[in-house]
Nanobody, 124 residues
Framework: QVQLVESGGGLVQAGDSLRLSCAAS????????MGWFRQAPGKEREFVAA????????HYSDSVKGRFTISRDNAKNTVYLQMNSLKPEDTAVYYC?????????????????WGQGTQVTVSS
């Protein structure tokens, strides 16, 4: 089992950058594939980015591709989401998620562990 704690959210202006962090408990962080999802008010939780266990393979939603970068540091049990050129439509609660399956997934139903979320608000 793994526990996840996100941090780094905040209020920024359009065009600004933020870096989210997700710290994981336990000694087996490198055995989990990781993902970032977000949920805006009144909307479904949607996939943002995913990274495999080693950090070599990444996937992004079309809406953030080229602006966001997911990375991980297995020595620090942490996954990051660097968000550049932020837009008002990026406003949401951002969640970190983990699963021990080795198969890539963008579905929120295929992640077993979730953090509590961190709010990102982008003003125009």
């Amino acid at each position: 089992q793994v526990q996840l704690v996100e941090s780094g959210g905040g209020l920024v202006q359009a065009g600004d950058s933020l870096r989210l962090s997700c710290a994981a408990s336990g000694r087996t962080f490198s055995s989990y594939r990781m993902g970032w999802f977000r949920q805006a008010p009144g909307k479904e939780r949607e996939f943002v980015a995913a990274i495999n266990r080693s950090g070599i393979i990444t996937h992004y939603s079309d809406s953030v591709k080229g602006r966001f970068t997911i990375s991980r540091d297995n020595a620090k049990n942490t996954v990051y989401l660097q968000m550049n050129s932020l837009k008002p439509e990026d406003t949401a609660v951002y969640y970190c998620a983990a699963d021990q399956s080795s198969i890539y997934s963008a579905s929120r139903y295929e992640y077993s562990y979730w953090g509590q979320g961190t709010q990102v608000t982008v003003s125009s």
